[in-house]
């Protein structure tokens, strides 16, 4: 069965560290990959993607990912972590046999502390 | 543009009563989504339209759940008799068309629905 999970329910972190917020996957065939983040209040942002090419993806708010396959792992990191970055991240995967369902993982609650 | 707006943006009402939740989608965007979010939980697919096809109902828990869309805009989604499992963050998104997977979608703020 195709699935996301994301391990952590909270990663906390303190302001000017690195995070690393995790990912894993499992489909079948090649998978399409994304990340969105949630503010309090607010619906889903779209941060990245990962369809094929360069394993390390770029998106907004200086965040990026890597898709591993052997690992099936797509890791959100953040070289410097801002207060601003507090929020709720999902880890979302296309299901394979649609052109249109997200695989959605839990959510990981990522606090980021002065 | 607008990005996707969602009304009302909070609903309190009691239980049994009826509801309706409306989303308005991006302007010349043909795909559109409605997800239910339990408090601070993932997102529970509901339904999905892309253009004129029919839509996938595959998610709505109970035939007290429908929705609908208008002219390939607007659409609402009903929820008769509510009961207070029914509380939740209804969030609406909508992409532009996508046979390849590949494109991110946009969503609302959501209606925060509170069954008493």
């Known amino acids: 069965a195709q699935s996301v999970a994301q391990p952590e329910d909270q990663v906390n972190v303190a302001e000017g560290n690195p995070l690393t917020v995790k990912c894993t996957y499992s489909v079948s065939g090649n998978p399409y990959l994304f990340w969105y983040v949630q503010y309090p209040n607010r619906g889903l942002q779209f941060l990245l993607k990962y369809i094929t090419g360069d394993n390390l993806v770029k998106g907004s708010y200086g965040f990026e990912a890597e898709f591993n396959k052997s690992q099936t792992s797509f890791h959100l990191k953040k070289p410097s972590a801002l207060v601003s970055d507090s929020a709720l991240y999902f880890c979302?995967?296309?299901?394979?046999?649609?052109?249109?369902?997200?695989?959605w993982g839990a959510g990981t609650k990522l606090i980021i502390k002065p | 543009g607008a990005g996707v707006s969602q009304s009302p943006s909070n609903k309190v009402t009691e239980k049994g009563k009826d509801v309706e939740l409306r989303c308005d989608p991006i302007s010349g965007h043909t795909a559109l989504y409605w997800y239910r979010q339990s408090l601070g939980q993932g997102l529970e697919f509901l339904i999905y339209f892309q253009g004129n096809s029919a839509p996938d109902k595959s998610g709505l828990p109970s035939d007290r759940f429908s929705a609908e869309r208008t002219g390939g805009s607007v659409s609402t989604l009903t929820i008769q008799r509510t009961q207070q499992e029914d509380s939740a963050v209804y969030l609406c998104?909508?992409?532009?068309?996508?046979?390849?997977?590949?494109?991110?979608?946009?969503f609302g703020d959501g209606t925060r629905l509170s069954i008493l």
């Open positions: 998104a909508s992409s532009s068309h996508d046979p390849a997977g590949v494109k991110p979608q946009h």
């Open positions: 979302a995967v296309r299901d394979f046999g649609s052109n249109y369902q997200l695989i």
